[in-house]
């Protein structure tokens, strides 16, 4: 997919006439890991009322149910959560029908143990004598310390499977480092990382499953993937061949004024968004600062 300039946008509304599916992010669009943002609940709710389906699409290394609590006690009417995808979901789906009865070490903190509860393996507290390790987060602070630790297992070739590709992640104001910055190490290793969640083309078309809609009977073009990261979301609508609509007010929140600056008739150059995000940033349809109606 290749594209000569963005179109800055001040809500979906402004494309619902071509729009047939929203695929959302959460974390960044939806809310900030503390509290939702009214204004995007209130764009899904106005997007089911023309007609659009929605599923929600989150690189959180957890089960769809843990996901969904969340979101309601985050105020989220439930109605709205009927459909949702997770990378921990799809890590689950992997191993038990891959790796059943293997020894599975779990990298990541005990918070994050519903990820590996009830799966069919043998649990082991070191990647030593793993068959498959799966990272839902870090083991310590400093990504580098992963190096050496792992180096064993890299060494045997064990498929290293990641329930979480964002390398950060904004909670409130603060910046998290997640489970793939340590998947990064695992591959500068040498070894073999399974991705799950965006930005691969399979999770953006396992919500199409969700929401029982034949792959045949709808157009790229007619799909938009919504988020804030250009890395997993904007990168996942280019691999599945979707649109997207690229929310700049999350992890880029810094750039957005030069967005505001450089913005032509509501229209963003390739020129200046590469100078703005950098060359080799997949760009995005759409663009931004907030997600709303």
Not at 38 to 43: G, H, L, Q, R, Y
Not at 217 to 231: K, P, Y
Not at 261 to 276: C, G, M, P, W, Y
Request: proline share 5%.
């Amino acid at each position: 997919m290749t594209l000569s300039n963005v179109r800055v946008i001040n809500g979906l509304s402004a494309i619902q006439d071509t729009t047939r599916m929203v695929i959302c992010d959460l974390w960044g669009v939806m809310h900030d890991g503390v509290v939702a943002h009214p204004e995007a609940v209130d764009a899904i709710n106005h997007a089911r009322r023309a007609g659009i389906k929605t599923v929600f699409l989150s690189n959180a290394p957890r089960p769809r149910s843990h996901v969904r609590a969340m979101l309601t006690d985050m105020d989220i009417p439930e109605t709205l959560t009927d459909h949702i995808v997770t990378s921990g979901g799809l890590a689950r789906d992997a191993i038990r029908n891959r790796f059943k009865r293997k020894r599975l070490y779990h990298l990541g903190p005990d918070s994050d143990h519903n990820t590996i509860e009830g799966l069919p393996v043998e649990h082991t507290d070191t990647p030593d004598n793993a068959d498959l390790i799966l990272a839902t987060g870090l083991d310590f602070n400093d990504v580098e310390s992963h190096r050496e630790f792992m180096a064993e297992a890299c060494k045997r070739s064990v498929p290293f499977l990641c329930a979480n590709p964002d390398r950060v992640v904004h909670v409130g104001e603060r910046l998290f480092i997640c489970a793939g910055a340590v998947a990064d190490i695992y591959a500068d290793m040498g070894g073999h990382v399974e991705w799950f969640g965006k930005p691969t083309a399979a999770s953006l078309r396992a919500c199409l499953k969700e929401c029982n809609i034949p792959e045949k009977s709808i157009r790229g073009n007619n799909i938009i993937m919504v988020g804030d990261s250009l890395q997993t979301d904007v990168a996942g609508a280019h691999a599945a061949g979707f649109n997207s609509l690229f929310i700049a007010g999350g992890i880029h929140r810094e750039e957005w004024p030069q967005v505001a600056n450089k913005a032509r008739n509501h229209v963003l150059s390739e020129t200046d968004f590469q100078a703005i995000f950098g060359e080799h940033k997949p760009m995005p349809n759409f663009m931004s600062r907030t997600f709303r109606w």
